[in-house]
């Protein structure tokens, strides 16, 4: 049991380019998300999903995508990188019952 | 949207000292309340919760927090403090009708010193 997975760990993007922060869970959990955390700011959620098929926006979702087409994966995709993006990503699944998170280990993103 | 509010950013305290971190939320609506812990280049770990019942719920490491509703308020608290409690503390909120949307707070980050 892994719980939550998260790759790659560390990540340098040039402005413009694109990649996928990939997540994935072991716990059969319908809900998944993805947060920003950035020095002061907390945790920010971006998206997040109640299942396969389903998503809706966070409080920041302006330039990144998701999509779910399994209960297991849940990848944040950013379209253009910007220097604003830079930040460490954290994906979460939920116990749909007891309403506890469970966490990843984080993605550390820098864009040039 | 939610805010939630903590209002210290660092706390030091020393090794065996109590310790409370403060929490207030902006809803008047029903609320469930989270307390994380975050170590150093880690993930969030839960420590513990509320959802309803006994408003002094018992978390993980001998945490404890009280939710106040008439104060909108989920402090933290330790009645004696190691080391090994070294972290960053966030305080979360979730809309009880929905709770698909968390809301952290920005942070406490509590050093013992020895």
């Known amino acids: 049991n892994a719980g939550v997975t998260q790759t790659p760990k560390f990540q340098v993007l040039k402005t413009g380019q694109s990649m996928t922060l990939q997540c994935a869970q072991d716990?059969?959990?319908?809900?998944m998300s993805w947060y920003r955390q950035d020095p002061g700011m907390g945790l920010r959620l971006i998206h997040y999903?109640?299942?396969?098929?389903?998503?809706d926006q966070g409080e920041v979702p302006n330039g990144y995508n998701v999509s779910r087409s399994t209960t297991e994966d849940f990848p944040l995709r950013l379209l253009s990188a910007a220097p604003s993006q830079t930040s460490v990503y954290f994906c979460?699944?939920?116990?749909?019952?007891?309403?506890?998170?469970?966490f990843g280990p984080g993605t550390r993103l820098t864009v040039t | 949207a939610q805010s939630v509010t903590q209002l210290d950013s660092q706390v030091p305290v020393f090794e065996e000292a109590p310790v409370e971190l403060r929490c207030n939320y902006s809803?008047?609506?029903?609320?469930?309340l989270f307390w994380y812990v975050q170590y150093p280049n880690q993930g969030l770990q839960l420590l513990l919760k509320?959802?309803?019942?006994?408003?002094l719920v018992k978390g993980i490491n001998g945490f404890e927090a009280e939710f106040n509703k008439s104060q909108t308020s989920f402090h933290l608290r330790k009645p004696s403090v190691h080391i090994s409690d070294t972290a960053e503390y966030f305080c979360?909120?979730?809309?009880?009708?929905?709770?698909?949307?968390?809301?952290f707070g920005t942070g406490t980050s509590l050093t013992v010193i020895p």
């Open positions: 979460a699944s939920r116990n749909g019952r007891t309403y506890e998170q469970y």
């Open positions: 716990m059969n959990h319908e809900y």
């Open positions: 999903s109640v299942g396969a098929g389903i998503t």
């Open positions: 809803s008047s609506v029903s609320v469930y």
């Open positions: 509320y959802l309803s019942g006994s408003t």
């Open positions: 979360a909120v979730s809309e009880s009708n929905t709770g698909n949307q968390f809301y």
